[in-house]
Nanobody, 127 residues
């Protein structure tokens, strides 16, 4: 089981940027598809972005496509989420997630496939 710790959340004005980081330990990081989910108050947790084991394949929710970029550094056991042009509707707790898969191109899009979660980091975007 991999342990995940997020950092980088905070308060930012609309149009601003934040970079989230997620550090992994306890297992072979490069064997996991990594993804970011978010959960706003009163709403269900939703997929934001995912990246496959090697980092060559990524996937984004329509709501963040063109504004967010996911990347990973397997040498540093870290996955990142660069968030630009932030909107108030991006306000949520952001969670890092690790998923095991037999497919090397899987990008961790399914909540039901997640085996490990981070503790979450709050992102607040003011209007």
């Amino acid at each position: 089981q991999v342990q995940l710790v997020e950092s980088g959340g905070g308060l930012v004005q609309a149009g601003g940027s934040l970079r989230l980081s997620c550090s992994a330990s306890g297992s072979t990081f490069s064997r996991y598809a990594m993804s970011w989910f978010r959960q706003a108050p009163g709403k269900e947790r939703e997929f934001v972005s995912g990246i496959n084991m090697s980092g060559f394949t990524t996937y984004y929710a329509e709501s963040v496509k063109g504004r967010f970029t996911i990347s990973r550094d397997n040498a540093k056991n870290t996955v990142y989420l660069q968030m630009n042009s932030l909107k108030p509707e991006d306000t949520a707790v952001y969670y890092c997630a690790a998923s095991s898969s037999s497919s090397r191109i899987y990008t961790g899009t399914q909540l039901s496939d997640v085996g490990s979660w981070g503790q979450g980091t709050q992102v607040t975007v003011s209007a």
